[in-house]
């Protein structure tokens, strides 16, 4: 079984509309990230989280927002989904402690598609 | 601002030719350096990373990379490349004391039979 696994896989959906991404993890990591990839771009971090109470913003974090259920669990939530934000997603998870040693693992990602 | 570049957009080589893939970075202090690949559909896969000492590295797959902090530079490399090594590869930074991986914008890599 996977680490890191996201739902949905792709996802398709319309302007406004509400749309939640989950990720869970199985590392019994601390820490948990969001990017999203668009060509030409590379990974741009949305949200992390250190710890279950602790959330920051990221690098382009508008029209987004987070929830840490639980250690094991990040979502990543569009309250108003638009177009610019048809992408692919990824959670990501490292180990507290580490430093700047911190190694990332990556879920296999969600492709998003805002008609 | 700390940032990753890699120069080249997409690189094509012939299966069996060597593979350099480059990765140049701002930072003041010392880095921490990744190199990613993603294959067609998946996830990201930590291919090699460095942290202080050697500064040649051995990854997964016969890549290594070299840090050469005179060209703030981080290239990859592979000697003999194989049809399968067609993906995306990415350069990762960190920052902030872990707090935040920086990466670079990918090369896509083309393996003609």
């Known amino acids: 079984d996977a680490d890191v696994t996201q739902t949905p896989r792709n996802r398709i959906t319309k302007t406004g509309k509400r749309i939640m991404l989950e990720c869970s993890q199985t590392k019994g990591h601390d820490r948990m990230y969001w990017y999203r990839q668009d060509p030409g771009l590379g990974l741009r971090l949305i949200y992390y989280s250190f710890d279950v109470k602790d959330i920051n913003k990221?690098?382009?974090?508008?029209?987004?927002?987070?929830?840490?259920?639980?250690q094991a669990k990040f979502s990543l939530s569009l309250e108003s989904a638009i177009?610019?934000?048809?992408?692919?997603?990824?959670?990501?998870?490292?180990?507290?402690?580490?430093g700047r040693?911190?190694?990332q693992f990556f879920g296999p990602g969600t492709r998003l598609t805002v008609l | 601002a700390q940032s990753v570049t890699q120069p080249d957009i997409h690189i094509t080589v012939s299966e069996g030719a060597s593979l350099e893939l480059r990765c140049n970075y701002s930072y003041g202090a010392t880095p921490y350096l990744f190199w990613y690949v993603q294959s067609p559909g998946q996830g990201l896969q930590l291919l090699l990373k460095y942290f202080s000492g050697d500064?040649?590295?051995?990854?997964?797959?016969?890549?290594?990379?070299e840090f050469k902090r005179s060209q703030s530079s981080f290239n990859l490399r592979k000697p003999s490349v194989h049809w399968s090594d067609a993906a995306e590869y990415f350069c990762a930074v960190v920052y902030n004391y872990g707090q935040n991986f920086v990466f670079g914008p990918g090369t896509r890599l083309s393996v003609l039979p």
């Not at chain 1, 177009?83 to 580490?98: D, H, M």
Request: proline share 2%; aromatic share 10%; glycine share 12%.
């Open chain 1, 58 to 70: 990221g690098e382009i974090s508008d029209g987004y927002s987070v929830s840490r259920q639980a």
């Open chain 1, 83 to 98: 177009p610019n934000q048809t992408a692919l997603y990824f959670c990501a998870t490292s180990k507290e402690g580490s």
């Open chain 1, 101 to 103: 040693r911190n190694e």
């Open chain 2, 55 to 65: 500064t040649l590295v051995q990854g997964i797959k016969g890549f290594e990379a």
